[in-house]
């Protein structure tokens, strides 16, 4: 998997980000020196959090033959101060007809999503910086 950041020319600090055929945009927020022109890359974190627990869970309940519509993930997150760890809060809102035994499964399956493991383990870098050509 591959994310490419290209500066825009539009905007203070807008990157369009390329991920296969699909392109989208990021900034800072105005309080944050930026033009808001999108979501800033930590709004994109909750985001592919929230996304990927909500598409884990569907996949499973379409498995198992069972009606979850509607279901809303919402993910709020607080980024890490000195001395303490990155918190994200994740709620999980299903349908009341699900019985107790399906909202557990549900649940413990919303923390297997390949996000919230990645997030929840350990991470590891290798950063490369290259220069342009002269031109």
Not at 68 to 82: M, N, Q, S
Not at 119 to 135: K, R, W
Request: proline share 7%.
């Amino acid at each position: 998997m591959k994310a490419i950041a290209r500066r825009s020319k539009a905007g203070t600090y807008q990157h369009d980000i390329a991920i296969r055929e699909h392109s989208i945009a990021t900034d800072e927020p105005g309080e944050a020196g930026g033009d808001n022109t999108g979501p800033s890359p930590q709004e994109l974190l909750a985001a592919s959090l929230a996304s990927c627990t909500a598409i884990t869970v569907e996949m499973y309940a379409k498995r198992k033959g069972w009606e979850i519509d509607p279901i809303e993930v919402e993910v709020e997150y607080l980024p890490a101060e000195r001395g303490s760890p990155t918190s994200f809060t994740l709620k999980l809102v299903l349908p009341s007809h699900l019985d107790d035994e399906q909202v557990g499964r549900l649940r413990v399956i919303a923390a297997k999503c390949p996000v919230h493991r990645i997030l929840d383990g350990e991470v590891m870098f290798d950063e490369i910086v290259e220069q342009t050509p002269a031109a």
